[in-house]
């Protein structure tokens, strides 16, 4: 099986449109025309849909992979697809076999980009920034085409192979677009509404998602001056809109000991590199601020935690949670942040953050 962003993808994607040509063309061909050529088809159909489903697993994300039906209706859709363009262009495919394997190849690659856009696109405005720039490209070749003489809707009957694959490519373009503009749009409401989502995981997080209560997380904590810092965090509880939990600091609060517990980093077992102070204030985090799980909270501590600590709830007065104010919901849609601060900013050894998507 082919992995995910690898560079053997798209001869993956050619050698299954091949198979899928030398199954689907013969079908058209036969027709369901009798009991036999109905058999025959359904026989080669069948093959359709396994040869689909291998190429639908490639372009799936590791937790769809397991989904069996899922994966088989996305095979079906993409046969159903290619049989649908090649059905028109019965005539030319017969005398240009390779402007039909063409098309197979394109279909099936807009098909599967469009699959993707939906498995993998997180970020609903840098998602329809790509719609956009799909969207101009295909405008722009469109107007190349079309002033040079050339046609986006050509006669099946009586254009030429080349023109007919011209215009396979071409229309693939606004429809990646238009794909990737409508899950943006449909994700972005929500996104502004509620926050990011709780699933899927965001890019580059490997660790098992979401967070697990009573785990430890470094995630990028929001402060109420809006600037930002990775920190280490004990997951308390997570929501369909945001995570619970407190905050560990390295900064000394023994003049504050009532609103943190002191921890030492020689019972955490390299979930902490120092000793610190544990925020017994439950503070909020978007799902898309988790980086990294760093390891599991020890015993005592959690137990301290569930039975003598005063863990509180952020006061009524202060506010709303950092981070979750529209145009922190904005800029985060965008993989960004409100008042990023910089210098502030850093990754711990051995690990490395979520990069720029």
Not at 182 to 201: H, I, N, Q
Not at 203 to 211: A, F, N
């Amino acid at each position: 099986m082919v992995p995910e962003f690898s560079l053997g993808a798209p001869f993956a994607v050619g050698f299954g449109s091949w198979a899928l040509w030398v199954l689907v063309f013969p079908a058209l061909r036969v027709g369901f025309t009798g009991t036999r050529n109905t058999w025959i088809c359904g026989a080669l159909f069948a093959l359709c849909v396994l040869i689909a489903r291998l190429m639908v697993r490639m372009a799936a994300p590791e937790r769809l992979k397991g989904n069996r039906l899922l994966v088989v209706a996305r095979a079906v859709v993409l046969c159903c697809v290619v049989a649908a363009v090649l059905a028109p262009l019965d005539a030319n495919v017969d005398r240009y076999p390779f402007a039909g394997l063409t098309v197979v190849y394109a279909t099936a690659a807009a098909v599967l980009g469009l699959l993707r856009t939906v498995d993998h696109g997180y970020f609903p405005l840098v998602l329809l920034r790509t719609a956009l720039w799909k969207g101009l490209l295909a405008a722009a070749t469109g107007y190349w085409i079309h002033h040079s003489g050339g046609t986006l809707v050509p006669d099946p009957d009586h254009a030429t192979a080349g023109t007919l694959v011209l215009a396979v490519l071409w229309w693939s373009l606004p429809v990646l677009s238009a794909g990737c503009a409508t899950v943006a749009a449909v994700r972005l409401v929500r996104w502004l509404k509620c926050g990011p989502p709780a699933s899927p995981a965001p890019p580059g997080v490997t660790s098992p998602w979401p967070p697990s209560v009573g785990y430890v997380w470094t995630a990028e904590l929001t402060h109420d001056d809006d600037t930002h810092k990775e920190r280490p965090v004990v997951v308390l509880e997570h929501t369909p809109e945001f995570v619970r939990v407190l905050c560990v600091t390295s900064v000394d609060k023994s003049g504050r000991s009532r609103g943190y517990l002191r921890l030492r980093a020689s019972e955490w077992n390299g979930v902490l590199t120092k000793d610190g102070w544990l925020d017994l204030e439950i503070a909020h985090i978007p799902y898309c601020d988790f980086l990294w799980k760093r390891g599991e909270c020890p015993d005592r501590v959690w137990d301290v935690l569930n039975t003598t600590a005063d863990v509180r709830e952020r006061p009524a007065k202060a506010g709303p949670a950092p981070g979750f104010a529209f145009r922190h919901r904005l800029s985060s849609a965008m993989n960004a942040h409100v008042g990023r601060d910089s210098r502030t900013v850093h990754t711990a050894s051995g690990d490395k953050a979520r990069a720029k998507v």
